[in-house]
């Protein structure tokens, strides 16, 4: 059986549903993310991968945009 990690992060600069939904596209393509649940209300973000993530791996993943990775 695989070890799952799960990584809590709050990321700024959402302001609504469409936000949220383009950080869960972007942050999926980081190698071994399984799933993303994301609050958009607070930027509150969970992260269940197949290894600890980086908050830069994150970060990057969501590329020159105005959103930030704040780890909580």
């Known amino acids: ?3 799952l990690f799960t990584q809590k992060v709050k990321i ?8 949220a939904k383009l950080i869960s596209k972007r942050i999926s393509k ?3 993310v399984q799933d993303i649940k994301i609050e958009n209300n607070t930027g509150e973000t969970e992260i269940v991968s197949t ?7 994150i970060q990057n993943a969501l ?6 990775v704040v780890n909580l």
Do not use: R
Request: aromatic share 4%.
């Open 12 to 19: 700024s600069g959402m302001t609504c549903g469409a936000c």
């Open 51 to 57: 290894q600890d993530l980086d908050i830069s791996a």
């Open 63 to 68: 590329g020159e945009t105005e959103y930030k």
């Open 30 to 32: 980081i190698d071994g």
């Open 1 to 3: 059986m695989q070890t």
